[in-house]
């Protein structure tokens, strides 16, 4: 218990001087997730006074309807930074939900999930994902819904550094987890750890690949506490909600990042090309590693497992981080967020970049917003070939802009 604690605060304990703007964490009335459906209709989810809302806007954000509570009773709601409730859309309609209730212990937690087969118009009693209902941490969890209909849910576990601790075995770091449903949210097969040793703070990020196979990447506890990347293809379940076959998994960046701690900065993914021309993955991540620390971009060859060198972007000095990707064939988007201070004025900007060619090149990076009080991180939907940026802030409210 005592190496629990010892990992817990190293967790949030304040970083170097060169990395101390990446781990600041944003309050809960900010921190939202979106998407679309079918009919563009775009749905928000959003952590309040103790309560999941969701609400709706047909006129591509400008207004929303009246929210809808999700849960029944108050819950502490973890909503913040990287950490936040999340909503997906399937290809039927149906709206997914997932989102973490803080228990009485700091850092452990609950996964919940909700969804509606109606369009929207009423949600189902919330339950529990996970069938481990020991008061540990289960939390950053991640939503995925594949074009065949799957529900994966993925988040960060401690139960086996709980179980090492207990017999005095080391343990780095925490593991991933993951459960799926495949009736669409009916039910979800009893989870399944995919790694140990994840960072214990960071967001995971997933995608799929062509076939509907999901895949994550988070941030990893290699040897010598190296906090790199790792990428991991979730195995298909047999009817009994086992894996078919071991997890393939892959290390994915090579900063050597060495640090005791976790920075709350979680990378971003998204497929690289569709169908016959896939080829890969597109990955942006921050890297913290003293000599050149800052945000960087590279692609991994899914069938090779080899990752192209990286490519710096962003102005670190300007607390460049918190990337996000939306790729379309070979069109990519690319965007951050930076803080810089103006004239004592807290300026806050979404930079971004975009490649035509499947991010072998970039255009030259712009500023796509500015808002001078606190905003939320960056994310990026796509709806009939088009992608926007979603962003919340204090001073402006929610943005969603066309790109």
Request: proline residues 3%.
């Given at each position: 218990m005592k190496k629990l604690l010892l990992l817990l605060l190293a967790c949030l304990a304040p970083l170097a001087q060169a990395h101390e703007g990446h781990n600041q964490r944003q309050s809960s009335n900010l921190a939202v997730s979106v998407a679309f459906d079918a009919n563009g209709n775009l749905w928000r989810v959003r952590a309040k006074d103790d309560f999941v809302l969701v609400d709706v806007s047909r006129d591509l954000g400008k207004n929303f309807a009246k929210p809808i509570t999700i849960n029944p009773s108050a819950q502490k709601i973890t909503a913040d930074g990287e950490a936040r409730p999340q909503i997906a859309v399937g290809t039927e309609g149906n709206i997914y939900l997932i989102w973490t209730e803080a228990l009485k212990t700091q850092f452990f937690d609950y996964i919940w999930f909700s969804r509606s087969?109606?369009?929207?118009?009423?949600?189902?009693?919330?339950?529990?994902?996970?069938?481990?209902?020991?008061?540990?941490?289960?939390?950053?969890?991640?939503?995925?819904?594949?074009?065949?209909?799957?529900?994966?849910?993925?988040?960060?576990?401690?139960?086996?550094?709980?179980?090492?601790?207990?017999?005095?075995?080391?343990?780095?770091?925490?593991?991933?987890?993951?459960?799926?449903?495949?009736?669409?949210?009916?039910?979800?097969?009893?989870?399944?750890?995919?790694?140990?040793?994840?960072?214990e703070c960071c967001r995971i990020a997933t995608t799929n690949k062509p076939d509907g196979t999901v895949v994550a990447m988070w941030r990893h506890v290699f040897a010598g506490s190296e906090r790199d990347h790792m990428l991991a293809e979730i195995p298909q379940l047999t009817k009994a909600g086992q894996p078919i076959s071991p997890p393939i998994l892959k290390r994915a960046t090579f900063g050597h990042w060495q640090i005791d701690g976790c920075p709350h900065h979680g990378p971003a993914i998204a497929s690289g090309g569709e169908g016959k021309d896939w080829w890969g993955y597109h990955m942006a991540y921050f890297d913290g590693n003293d000599k050149k620390p800052g945000l960087y971009y590279s692609r991994m060859d899914g069938v090779a497992w080899a990752s192209s060198p990286p490519k710096k972007f962003g102005n670190n000095k300007n607390q460049a981080g918190h990337p996000a990707l939306l790729a379309t064939s070979d069109q990519v988007w690319l965007v951050w967020r930076e803080i810089e201070l103006k004239n004592n004025i807290t300026h806050h900007s979404i930079v971004g970049m975009f490649s035509d060619d499947g991010g072998r090149s970039w255009q030259d990076a712009k500023v796509l917003a500015t808002s001078m009080g606190k905003t939320d991180y960056p994310q990026l939907v796509g709806f009939q070939g088009?992608?926007?940026?979603?962003?919340?802030?204090?001073?402006?409210?929610?943005?969603?802009?066309?790109?």
């Open positions: 087969i109606n369009g929207g118009k009423s949600f189902d009693k919330p339950y529990i994902l996970h069938q481990d209902r020991s008061e540990i941490t289960h939390r950053f969890n991640a939503l995925n819904v594949a074009p065949n209909g799957n529900v994966t849910v993925t988040w960060v576990d401690n139960r086996d550094l709980m179980a090492a601790n207990s017999t005095h075995q080391p343990y780095d770091g925490a593991a991933i987890y993951y459960a799926v449903s495949s009736n669409s949210g009916a039910s979800f097969s009893v989870e399944q750890r995919l790694a140990d040793s994840s960072c088009k992608t926007y940026l979603a962003w919340n802030t204090v001073d402006e409210g929610f943005l969603l802009l066309g790109l």
